[in-house]
């Protein structure tokens, strides 16, 4: 049972424009959440996270908005540029737990043209 | 800062064979998280150690272990290898205070193991 889902495999977009990158959420104990960006033979490194007590966090081009009735959040990548191409994934935990493991998705893989 | 790092980067075995993964965390972090992530997937969570012991572990069956050392560093031990145990194996590491854990965790390159 996949508890974090990104259901859009791949995204391309044109430089410059606006990427958002969707992630779906069905464990209710989850509060907390973060997007991870992934290189080919690297790997994944931390981009943006935000908690459940806010909706929006945002950092220089990255935004994340998070929807606790609908179970969702999305990443906006404003401007897109060619060096965002790489797979990214929505994790997310349960501050509360006995341990702080996160829980991915199966990755969204972005392509940025020029 | 030193970030995390993982040896070897690539090892090929066969089945029914023993591995050992290494880890050493970014400089500051106390705590490490072991992923698996076969082709296609997202990490799917193995176990995680902190003060030297497992503090909670993912699905994975007993032939699957670790190790942390007063260092922090950490070791990812798997016997009897099955073709299934292919994957990449992620390190992650991260902060915690007592029973208060940052939730960011910050991965290594990875260890590319092949299981013929």
Redesign the interface.
Known sequence: DQQVKQNSPSLSVQEGRISILNCDYTNSMFDYFLWYKKYPAEGPTFLISISSIKDKNEDGRFTVFLNKSAKHLSLHIVPSQPGDSAVYFCAASESGGSNYKLTFGKGTLLTVNP | ETG?T?SPTHLIKTRGQQVTLRCSSQSGHN?V?W?QQAL??????IF?YYREEE??R?NFPPRFSGLQFPNYSSELNVNALELDDSALY?C?S?L?YGSW??????????TRLTVL
């Open positions: 995390v993982q705590t998280s992923y296609g997937q997202g990490p799917q969570f995680q503090n909670g993912g992620l992650a991260s915690t854990a940052y939730n960011e965790q910050f991965f290594g390159p990875g």
